[in-house]
Nanobody, 122 residues
Framework: VQLQASGGGSVQTEDSLRLSCGAS????????VGWFRQAPGKEREGVSC???????SYRDSVKGRFVVSRDVAKDTVYLQMNSLKPEDTAIYFC?????????????????WGQGTLVTVSS
Protein backbone atom coordinates (compact mmCIF):
# COMPACT_ATOMS: atom_id res chain seq x y z
CA VAL A 1 0.00 0.00 0.00
CA GLN A 2 1.26 3.43 -0.90
CA LEU A 3 -0.32 6.79 -0.15
CA GLN A 4 0.72 9.98 -1.82
CA ALA A 5 -0.15 13.49 -0.74
CA SER A 6 0.30 16.24 -3.31
CA GLY A 7 -0.65 19.82 -3.93
CA GLY A 8 1.57 21.65 -1.48
CA GLY A 9 3.41 24.82 -2.34
CA SER A 10 4.47 28.27 -1.25
CA VAL A 11 1.69 30.81 -0.89
CA GLN A 12 0.89 34.10 0.80
CA THR A 13 -1.33 34.66 3.82
CA GLU A 14 -5.03 34.32 2.94
CA ASP A 15 -4.28 32.26 -0.17
CA SER A 16 -5.74 28.82 -0.79
CA LEU A 17 -4.36 25.41 -1.63
CA ARG A 18 -5.96 22.06 -2.28
CA LEU A 19 -4.13 18.96 -1.21
CA SER A 20 -4.89 15.57 -2.74
CA CYS A 21 -4.40 12.13 -1.31
CA GLY A 22 -4.29 9.11 -3.58
CA ALA A 23 -3.40 5.52 -2.94
CA SER A 24 -2.29 2.35 -4.64
CA UNK A 25 -3.05 -1.04 -3.20
CA UNK A 26 -5.91 0.36 -1.15
CA UNK A 27 -9.36 1.72 -1.93
CA UNK A 28 -9.58 5.00 -0.07
CA UNK A 29 -13.35 5.11 -0.50
CA UNK A 30 -13.62 2.22 1.93
CA UNK A 31 -11.53 3.59 4.77
CA UNK A 32 -11.13 6.56 7.04
CA VAL A 33 -8.52 9.05 5.87
CA GLY A 34 -6.77 11.57 8.03
CA TRP A 35 -4.75 14.66 7.27
CA PHE A 36 -1.91 15.44 9.64
CA ARG A 37 0.79 18.05 9.63
CA GLN A 38 4.16 18.52 11.20
CA ALA A 39 5.85 21.85 11.56
CA PRO A 40 9.60 22.12 12.20
CA GLY A 41 10.39 21.19 15.78
CA LYS A 42 6.80 20.25 16.58
CA GLU A 43 4.83 17.07 17.02
CA ARG A 44 2.74 15.73 14.19
CA GLU A 45 -0.86 16.79 14.72
CA GLY A 46 -4.19 15.87 13.26
CA VAL A 47 -5.74 18.51 11.04
CA SER A 48 -8.82 16.93 9.54
CA CYS A 49 -10.23 13.55 8.71
CA UNK A 50 -13.07 11.88 6.88
CA UNK A 51 -14.58 8.54 7.77
CA UNK A 52 -15.68 5.91 5.30
CA UNK A 53 -19.23 6.93 6.21
CA UNK A 54 -18.60 10.58 5.41
CA UNK A 55 -18.09 11.70 9.00
CA UNK A 56 -15.65 14.62 9.13
CA SER A 57 -13.66 16.23 11.88
CA TYR A 58 -11.37 19.26 12.14
CA ARG A 59 -8.96 20.63 14.67
CA ASP A 60 -10.22 23.89 16.15
CA SER A 61 -7.59 26.09 14.50
CA VAL A 62 -8.70 25.13 10.98
CA LYS A 63 -12.46 24.99 11.45
CA GLY A 64 -14.18 27.26 8.96
CA ARG A 65 -11.07 27.45 6.78
CA PHE A 66 -10.32 23.84 5.76
CA VAL A 67 -12.68 21.38 4.13
CA VAL A 68 -12.03 17.66 3.70
CA SER A 69 -13.88 15.79 0.98
CA ARG A 70 -13.84 12.73 -1.22
CA ASP A 71 -14.11 12.27 -4.94
CA VAL A 72 -15.56 8.78 -5.03
CA ALA A 73 -15.08 8.39 -8.78
CA LYS A 74 -11.39 9.20 -8.47
CA ASP A 75 -10.93 7.45 -5.12
CA THR A 76 -9.18 10.57 -3.90
CA VAL A 77 -9.43 12.59 -0.72
CA TYR A 78 -8.92 16.34 -0.79
CA LEU A 79 -8.11 18.95 1.79
CA GLN A 80 -9.19 22.39 0.64
CA MET A 81 -7.28 24.95 2.66
CA ASN A 82 -8.54 28.53 2.56
CA SER A 83 -7.44 31.68 4.33
CA LEU A 84 -4.05 30.16 5.00
CA LYS A 85 -1.94 31.55 7.81
CA PRO A 86 1.79 31.38 8.48
CA GLU A 87 1.07 29.01 11.36
CA ASP A 88 -0.33 26.52 8.83
CA THR A 89 3.18 26.06 7.47
CA ALA A 90 4.10 22.39 7.78
CA ILE A 91 4.55 19.15 5.94
CA TYR A 92 1.10 17.70 5.40
CA PHE A 93 0.55 13.95 5.42
CA CYS A 94 -2.42 11.84 4.55
CA UNK A 95 -2.97 8.54 6.29
CA UNK A 96 -5.40 5.66 5.95
CA UNK A 97 -7.11 3.77 8.73
CA UNK A 98 -9.75 1.05 8.59
CA UNK A 99 -13.43 1.38 7.75
CA UNK A 100 -15.56 3.57 9.94
CA UNK A 101 -15.25 6.89 11.61
CA UNK A 102 -12.00 8.81 11.75
CA UNK A 103 -10.06 10.51 14.50
CA UNK A 104 -6.81 12.22 15.30
CA UNK A 105 -5.06 9.39 17.06
CA UNK A 106 -2.04 8.47 14.95
CA UNK A 107 -2.27 4.91 16.25
CA UNK A 108 -5.45 4.24 14.27
CA UNK A 109 -3.76 4.92 10.95
CA UNK A 110 -1.94 2.01 9.34
CA UNK A 111 -0.65 3.60 6.17
CA TRP A 112 1.07 6.95 5.72
CA GLY A 113 2.13 8.96 2.72
CA GLN A 114 5.40 10.88 2.47
CA GLY A 115 3.89 14.31 2.82
CA THR A 116 3.73 17.53 0.89
CA LEU A 117 5.18 20.83 2.07
CA VAL A 118 2.96 23.85 2.60
CA THR A 119 4.67 27.17 3.24
CA VAL A 120 2.62 30.26 4.03
CA SER A 121 4.38 33.60 4.03
CA SER A 122 3.11 36.75 5.69
Amino acid sequence: VQLQASGGGSVQTEDSLRLSCGASGLILNNVAVGWFRQAPGKEREGVSCIGSNGFTSYRDSVKGRFVVSRDVAKDTVYLQMNSLKPEDTAIYFCAAAGPGVCGFSRAMYHHWGQGTLVTVSS
